[in-house]
């Protein structure tokens, strides 16, 4: 057998066989266990492996949800439920992806998304709408959202300001003023036409899925196929390499900030369309969620390494658990510890791989 590997011959030319003197068995390496272990280890590091293995969770936990809920889980208006409630939270998640991959972070997406509903749902918003056409209100909630990214970006990119910390303050700023703004009142969307169109369906599949979908697919492409998404990466992977490399790191960190900005301003006119509602409450811990899918999907949290595709994954699997807790009476305390312990899971299994990956 001549396959290029070297191996051991006697005086006669002969392939000699390794045999243990202890146990007397051919040890694995000459059974082809080391080839086997770095074939499945080289799988479970590449984005296929990773995302094979979040399929593989997401079908376990409706085999769960069905075993335990039974036709109350599998029924077609359940399954909408949940991909209408992942929409929301996924296009946030989208936003963080490309943050968190150019290596950054922003605890801000739930304060922006509400300070942008209840800014797109006042009364002098809606007159607008209702005047003329509801594009007024879909407009005001993108620029809000883009407008609170871009101060982050400033921040972070040319204020010098650690990302924890300036987006920490957007928090709490865009949280505030969305309280002034709505004087702590749910502000009720009397625009018909803007909730038909965006609370209604396409051949039944809700138009916020269909939403959740583009946005998804626009982020895949650009994170993939364009300049932009190549400079994210190399940002991310080494802020200094890239800028001897010609990239300008300030102005693309700022970029990343108003997109994330952006895909919050979509987010509250999907949630504003589902409630029918704008609140400075909307988007309560939206930020944990957002990073627990962006972690759990395979996205590095120092940034380097981000998957659109792992985040939707993400997304539907805490989705997909909320509502097998929903539906068991779980309370949601028991919810929040099952997500903290998935995401410490994420987290170190993501730390082995990466070790290893080093290593080798």
């Known amino acids: 057998m001549n396959d290029g590997v070297a191996r051991p011959t006697d005086t006669q030319g002969q392939t000699m066989v390794e045999v243990d003197p202890v146990t007397g068995t051919v040890p694995r390496s000459g059974r082809g266990g080391p080839m086997a272990g770095a074939a499945v280890g080289n799988l479970l590091k590449s984005g296929a492996g990773r995302n094979v293995g979040l399929v593989i969770a997401l079908v376990l936990l409706c085999i769960v949800g069905f075993v335990t809920a039974g036709d109350r889980f599998a029924s077609t208006a359940n399954i909408l439920t949940i991909l209408r409630l992942a929409a929301v939270v996924g296009v946030v998640s989208i936003g963080m992806t490309f943050v968190i991959t150019g290596g950054g972070i922003d605890l801000s997406v739930g304060a922006m998304l509400a300070l942008a509903s209840v800014w797109a749902s ?32 400033l921040l972070v ?8 910390i300036a987006t920490l303050a957007m928090l709490a700023g865009a949280r505030g003023l969305a309280e002034i703004l709505s004087d702590r009142k749910t502000q009720i969307i009397n625009v018909n036409s803007f909730v038909d169109f965006f609370g209604g369906s396409l051949i039944g599949v809700p138009v916020l899925v269909w939403m959740f979908v583009v946005v998804a697919a626009a982020g895949w492409v650009l994170l993939n196929r364009t300049t932009f998404g190549r400079r994210t990466f190399a940002v991310g992977g080494n ?10 790191v300030q102005k693309h960190t700022v970029a990343l900030y108003v997109l ?5 301003g979509i987010a509250a006119v999907m949630l504003m369309a589902r409630t029918t509602t704008g609140s400075s409450t909307h988007g309560q811990l939206y930020e944990l969620d957002a990073i627990a899918a962006v972690v759990i999907g395979g996205t590095l949290l120092s940034g380097g390494r981000g998957t ?6 993400g997304v539907l699997i805490f989705t997909t658990l909320n509502n097998v807790f929903t539906l068991n009476n779980l309370s949601i305390s028991a919810q929040s510890v099952a997500k903290g312990v998935i995401i410490v899971i994420a987290v170190l299994l993501q730390q082995r791989l990466a070790a290893r990956a080093t290593t080798h």
């Open 260 to 264: 994330a900005g952006l895909c919050c």
């Open 308 to 313: 659109i595709v792992g985040t939707v994954f």
């Open 239 to 248: 802020a200094e390499a890239a800028r001897l490399a010609g990239i300008k």
């Open 157 to 164: 990119a040319y204020g010098k300001i650690v990302p924890f």
């Open 122 to 153: 006042t009364l002098a918003t809606q007159q607008m709408a209702i005047d003329y056409h509801w594009i007024f209100m879909v407009t005001t909630a993108l620029l809000v959202g883009s407008a609170c990214g871009l101060v982050n970006g």
